[in-house]
């Protein structure tokens, strides 16, 4: 690294004897390596941020072919980095989902867009869970499509919770129409007892 320059060099070196076998001159090649490490460095912080991110991340190649998950891939679905690796999300296919489901959300990703949506996936132990999905296609220097992207949230518990707070509304509703009723039948007997 020069700090004169900002800049770090790759630098081989190379001896030229002359016919005695004596070192006759030294050539020096230097590479500029600074943006290289730049990007290396931007790619390893990327890739640390993806490995510790609470969302699963799966990366598939354009025939759906798992090439990546993260650790919360992991333990969100049981399936462990090596049992994913080489196959398609299927693994995940909870049944829930009709065809046309499956069918429309490839059709929007071949179209060069986002797709998002919540699906019901199974765990590796058979336990259907519901997750939060975004899906994005990854287009290459041509514009073509070369992989695509999933972020996946588990919201069940979410989902739980959501629904044990419709229910309780739900009640809360029943109890105050079934408290008026209540009250409206109270004042018609009150005026009946009262005659």
Not at 65 to 74: C, G, K, L
Not at 127 to 136: A, P
Request: glycine content about 6%.
């Amino acid at each position: 690294h020069i700090d004169m320059l900002d800049r770090t060099f790759s630098v081989s070196s190379f001896p030229i004897f002359a016919e005695d076998g004596q070192m006759h001159q030294l050539v020096h090649v230097a590479r500029d390596v600074t943006q290289y490490l730049q990007n290396e460095s931007e790619k390893n912080r990327l890739m640390a941020a993806i490995e510790q991110a609470s969302e699963s991340v799966v990366i598939v190649d354009r025939q759906g072919v798992i090439q990546y998950v993260n650790p919360a891939f992991e333990a969100s679905s049981g399936y462990t980095k090596a049992e994913a690796i080489g196959q398609t999300p299927k693994i995940q296919k909870s049944g829930t989902h009709d065809r046309q489901f499956y069918e429309t959300m490839w059709q929007t990703l071949l179209n060069k867009q986002v797709w998002r949506g919540r699906v019901t996936n199974r765990r590796k132990n058979g336990t259907l869970y519901k997750e939060d999905v975004t899906i994005s296609p990854v287009v290459d220097d041509h514009g073509e499509i070369i992989n695509f992207v999933a972020l996946k949230r588990d919201v069940t518990r979410e989902e739980l919770l959501e629904q044990q707070l419709h229910r309780a509304i739900k009640m809360e509703a029943l109890g105050t129409l079934a408290g008026g009723i209540a009250d409206d039948f109270n004042n018609i007997l009150a005026a009946m007892i009262g005659y």
